[in-house]
């Protein structure tokens, strides 16, 4: 790899006496609060609302609205009677490469099935977020799409999410922060 | 000799060769499906297909022999396009199952398809349904008909090597299956070969069905103890993923090719008998108490049990200890046990005892001994006195203290005879590496591994020496028996000094005249035959045989 050397621009005299300068950053900073001061006071006045003032998005009251293509915490795709898609192939936790996919297999009653999980969990304090479980699967069975960002737990426990959790992440809605649209 | 130049290379084979063989010993992989070498030739798959000079069509390879001056072509593109559209064909109604199928992962059409896949397919008629979609067939093999490439292989085999003729191929055409006959079943002896010889996923094996994805497999050659026969077998070990079939370390076992012993095959008691290897393990050195067992660590334990023995010597005599040495262990376990016994210790009563009674024999794989080293252990000259003599000696008293490697005594005596016994009994030693009636009556449990937990040797009923190798760590505190041996040898105050199975092999082959010349190194991945020939350890086992019948 070539090696790039930069150069500093020499300070010139202007910049070199000091106090100018200071003196034109005290101005940019007081220019920026009175001009939040006034726009944010106009807002709670309900007026100029197509001006935009100082840019701190207030978490958690306000969410930041997340690109599509985000990859968020793990669902699992349902069939029509609401068993999973998944089959068990095992390709997300062979793919995986943080192995925080667990997957135990059993016999479907439906021979056109064949293949079910028995479990199927996830611990999410060790997974990387990395997406290869939902580019391998061959059955679209998990997805990255539920837009929920906020894991917490007080246990390494309370990580591990079982296949009940992962089917059904809108029972958890209450308690999560969802963009707003 | 036929001499012949396949993709310009020539070689020069026996008369009968086929042009698959050669060109395997060439180091060319000419595919094929439904060839199997232990079969007869069906000649069905095509995939195999080769051009000659001078042939004006292409031809099969697993069906021409070799002849003089044959010229051919066995991996050109043009080759290449042949079997591009045999497999085509083979897979018209082959359902896309892989995320579901156990052979994904070793898979013949799967790795074919790799190197001559048509990967933008033409076809797009409907698939032909057929009758069986994972549908048990017999106690131990699924079977998929949709998955079937109908290269008939299990039917060669049901009907050459088991010669049991249950499986056929029924309809025509585009509705041929695979199916069992009318009011059959798949249930013989060796069932569980036609899901090795199968090369897709329509036979698959129900006892390894969705335990484990085949890719996390990792596998160690090693024998079969399951008999005397002493077949060659992979055992395969699931060591990424634990959780898949709760804790169990062994997933399978597969046989390995050896033309002297079993050639590709393996009977079912064999390849479903490592349950033992996970399931009622002892895992932990125990002493009882009264009617407790009490934990204890190795070195307590042994330094007790020392001390124990030392005591049982000074009231009575050195014959006072009894030993049943078991037909399970390996020759340098066995060696161990003669060293330390009788070339230590000095004790007289010494048997070998089978933990499990004669069974059923056949005259392909299965022996009536289902011990794997009877061989070795009259080899070594171990069986001093029968274990009859040994009883006798309990019941008039002059024996005080067993020595039991593995038996369960309530079950070869029988429960109220055995415990009449081990009321006469001082001191019960038990060393073993699953639980039974007599591991719960005895004084000291001492947890042993199991074959697939150490390296080593059996002999198999033709005096073969073969080679096993370690395929696991021990479970809990289980130590090899001999390595146990080696350090209650230390702690009574002899030496047993051995680093490797390999440096007791060595010891074995130098001071046991039956054994002579041979080394870990000579033996190899077929093993060998004891030099004489085993002669006289055979004299040896028709004069137990005798022993045994009076």
Redesign the interface.
């Known amino acids: 790899m070539s090696t790039k050397v930069m150069h500093h621009r020499p300070l010139n005299f202007w910049e070199r006496i000091y106090v100018p300068e200071v003196a034109r950053g005290l101005w940019v900073t007081s220019r920026h609060f009175a001009r939040n001061l006034f726009i944010h006071t106009a807002h709670r006045l309900g007026l100029l609302k197509h001006l935009q003032a100082a840019v701190t998005i207030q978490y958690p009251e306000e969410v930041r609205p997340y690109a599509e293509r985000l990859r968020t915490r793990h669902r699992l795709t349902q069939r029509e009677d609401g068993s999973p898609r998944c089959?068990?192939?095992?390709?997300c936790?062979?793919v995986c490469p943080a192995k925080c996919i667990?997957i135990?297999?059993?016999?479907d009653p439906d021979?056109?099935?064949?293949?079910r999980p028995k479990s199927f969990d996830i611990d999410l304090g060790v997974c990387v977020y990395c997406g290869y479980c939902v580019e391998v699967c061959?059955?679209d069975a998990i997805r990255m799409d539920t837009k929920i960002m906020n894991i917490a737990s007080y246990s390494r426990e309370g990580m591990w999410y079982n296949m009940d959790r992962l089917l059904h992440p809108e029972k958890e809605g209450d308690v999560l922060l969802k963009p707003k649209t | 000799m036929p001499t012949l130049t396949i993709d310009g290379k020539t070689i020069t084979v026996e008369p009968g060769t086929n042009l698959i063989q050669a060109a395997e010993k060439l180091g060319i992989a000419i595919p094929y499906y439904c060839y199997h070498p232990g079969l007869s030739i069906a000649g069905n798959c095509r995939i195999c297909l080769v051009k000659m000079e001078k042939s004006p069509k292409p031809i099969i390879a697993c069906q021409t022999l070799c002849q003089e001056g044959m010229v051919v072509d066995a991996s050109s593109p043009e080759v290449g396009k042949l079997r591009q559209a045999v497999l085509e064909f083979l897979l018209i109604n082959h359902p896309l199952d892989c995320p579901v199928c156990d052979q994904a992962g070793e898979c013949w059409l799967q790795d074919y398809y790799m190197e001559f896949g048509l990967y933008d397919p033409k076809f797009n008629e409907q698939k032909v349904k057929k009758h069986f979609k994972a549908t048990p067939i017999g106690p131990t093999v699924t079977l998929d008909s949709e998955r079937c490439i109908l290269c008939s292989r299990c039917v060669r085999f049901t009907d050459e090597i088991s010669k049991t003729h249950e499986l056929g191929i029924f309809d025509r055409g585009d509705h041929s299956e695979i199916g069992i006959y009318p009011g059959k079943e798949l249930r013989n002896n060796y069932s569980g070969n036609v899901v090795d010889i199968c090369p897709v996923g329509a036979l698959t094996d129900r006892d390894f069905r969705f335990k484990c994805r085949v890719w996390y497999l990792t596998s160690t050659d090693s024998i079969c103890p399951g008999c005397s026969n002493g077949c060659n077998i992979q055992i395969h070990v699931n060591r990424e993923r634990p959780h898949h079939a709760k804790g169990e370390r062994v997933m399978r076992l597969k046989p390995r090719y050896n033309a002297e012993v079993n050639q590709w095959w393996m009977c079912d008691a064999g390849r479903y008998g490592y349950k033992f290897i996970d399931k009622d393990r002892i895992l932990i050195p125990e002493r009882r108490e009264g009617s407790l067992f009490k934990e204890e660590e190795w070195e307590k334990l042994l330094g007790s049990l020392a001390s124990s023995i030392a005591a049982l010597f000074e009231r009575y005599e050195q014959n006072a200890l009894g030993i049943c040495l078991s037909p399970q262990l390996s020759n340098e376990d066995l060696f161990m046990a003669k060293k330390f016994f009788e070339e230590q210790l000095g004790l007289p009563q010494i048997t070998v005892l089978s933990p499990s009674p004669e069974g059923d024999q056949d005259d392909f794989l299965i022996k009536s001994d289902k011990n794997p080293n009877t061989r070795g252990a009259l080899a070594l000259g171990l069986s001093k006195v029968s274990f009859e003599e040994i009883i006798q000696r309990i019941q008039k008293g002059k024996i005080k203290g067993l020595y039991l490697f593995g038996q369960d005594l309530l079950a070869l005596l029988g429960e109220s005879k055995a415990k009449e016994i081990f009321g006469k009994l001082e001191l019960i030693i038990f060393q073993g590496s699953n639980q039974n009636a007599t591991s719960k009556l005895a004084h000291v449990v001492l947890p042993s591994a199991t074959y697939a937990e150490k390296d080593g040797t059996f002999t198999n009923h033709a005096g073969r020496v073969q080679r096993f190798w370690k395929a696991l760590e021990p479970l809990g505190q289980s130590l090899p028996d001999g390595e146990i041996l080696r350090r209650l040898a230390s702690e009574m105050g002899t030496l047993l000094e051995f680093e490797t199975p390999e440096a007791i092999f060595e010891d074995l082959a130098q001071s046991i005249a039956a054994f002579r010349g041979l080394s870990y190194a000579s033996l190899g991945q077929e093993g060998k035959l004891l030099p004489d020939g085993g002669k006289v350890v055979a004299r040896a086992v028709r004069h137990e045989k005798e022993d045994s019948r009076e």
């Open positions: 089959v068990a192939c095992m390709m936790e062979t667990y135990v297999a059993e016999e021979p056109n099935i064949e293949k061959p059955e």
